[in-house]
């Protein structure tokens, strides 16, 4: 199972940014793509996920609202799309596999055990 997370940069407070988790070697019909993120100085914590079996989203409370996590079907890659960015957003993204669950979640990460390499966002004026 390989991760590929690509999409970061910077924004102003207010813009958008779109990330891409493209997976390769995943044969099960149903997984989930975890988003998280860890700031300078803080704990990795869970932004969303996507369940691949029913094509639901969960959200963390702090970006319900602003973030939208969608998947390309015939790409095998799932976006994690943020509008009205904050320079709290600011942080290394990472996606990563849960392959044991049909809904997914991000309340711990102790079930995605493949990961992507991070990706910086900045968000400042």
């Known amino acids: 199972v390989q991760l590929q997370a690509s999409g970061g940069g910077s924004a102003q407070p207010g813009g958008s940014l779109t990330l891409s988790c493209a997976a390769s070697?995943?044969?099960?019909?149903?997984?989930?793509i975890g988003w998280f993120r860890q700031a300078p100085g803080k704990e990795r914590v869970g932004v969303g996920c996507?369940?691949?079996?029913?094509?639901?989203?969960y959200y963390a409370d702090s970006v319900k609202g602003r973030f939208t996590i969608f998947r390309d079907n015939a790409k095998n890659t799932v976006y994690l799309q943020m509008n009205n960015l904050r320079p709290e957003d600011t942080a290394v993204y990472y996606c990563?596999?849960?392959?044991?669950?049909?809904?997914?979640?991000?309340?711990?990460?102790?079930?995605?055990?493949?990961w992507g390499q991070g990706t910086l966002v900045t968000v400042s004026s």
């Open positions: 990563a596999a849960d392959l044991s669950s049909y809904k997914c979640s991000v309340v711990g990460d102790f079930l995605y055990k493949f």
């Open positions: 996507f369940s691949i079996g029913d094509g639901s989203s």
């Open positions: 070697g995943i044969t099960r019909d149903y997984y989930g």
